[in-house]
């Protein structure tokens, strides 16, 4: 089955830089990559996707970009702001299987 | 946000004893999914159902049933809960497959003593 590997599992940055985080997968056959945030105490939440199809996906200051040949992807975050301080989770999906989520990202924005 | 709630949202139990999570939604989406988050593991699968009385097992099943009998509910048993299914218990629902938006709810901490 999938093996969703992400990294690293805490980040730290400086308010105003850019965080990068990173997962890679196993199944070749995936072609649906999600990115979730999860605030304290919440539950996780879609923040933005990509499918196999396209290489990059900007949403404002949140874009993820696709190595398929490689089987990895990685979402970035420019101009942090304190705000963007959560958990982060990486999924992957072929569409007929269920999503497998990576173990997480801690990102902590220092104002 | 999707109409998911969860209940009860904490529960404190003793080890041997049965326990069920309910969630419910009102968005009549197709999907529906249990989630267990623990640390160091982040979000693993337990069960999921894509439509009344359909289910499937995911990555944690083991100790675990679930029952779907209407589209807004979806029930999580421990027929015995032990202190390793201490957790917390998320659940989801998407209108179509594991290739859509998944909605979460707010959660249910369980302890098991």
């Known amino acids: ?111 | 946000d999707a109409g998911i709630t969860q209940s009860p949202r904490h529960k404190v139990t003793e080890t041997g004893t049965p326990v069920t999570l309910r969630c419910h939604q009102t968005e009549n989406h197709r999907y529906m999914y249990w989630y267990r988050q623990d640390p160091g593991h982040g979000l693993r699968l337990i069960h999921y159902s894509y439509g009344v009385k359909d289910t499937d097992k995911g990555e944690v099943s083991d100790g675990y049933s679930v029952s779907r009998s209407k589209t807004e509910d979806f029930l999580l048993t421990l027929e015995s809960a032990t202190s390793s299914q201490t957790s917390v218990y998320f659940c989801a629902i998407s209108e179509k497959d594991s290739s859509y938006e998944q909605y979460f709810g707010p959660g249910t901490r369980l302890t098991v003593t």
Not at chain 1, 16 to 25: E, Q
Not at chain 1, 28 to 35: D, E, G, M, R, V
Not at chain 1, 87 to 97: D, K, L, M
């Open chain 1, 1 to 111: 089955g999938e093996n969703v590997e992400q990294h690293p599992s805490t980040l730290s940055v400086q308010e105003g830089d850019s965080a990068v985080i990173k997962c890679t997968y196993s199944d070749s056959a995936s072609n649906y990559f999600p990115w979730y945030k999860q605030e304290l105490g919440k539950g996780p939440q879609l923040i933005i996707d990509i499918r196999s199809n396209v290489g990059e996906k900007k949403d404002q200051r949140i874009a993820v970009t696709l190595n398929k040949t490689a089987k990895h992807f990685s979402l970035h975050i420019t101009e942090t702001q304190p705000e963007d301080s959560a958990v982060y989770f990486c999924a992957a999906s072929t569409g007929n299987t269920p999503l497998v989520f990576g173990k997480g990202t801690r990102l902590s924005v220092i104002a």
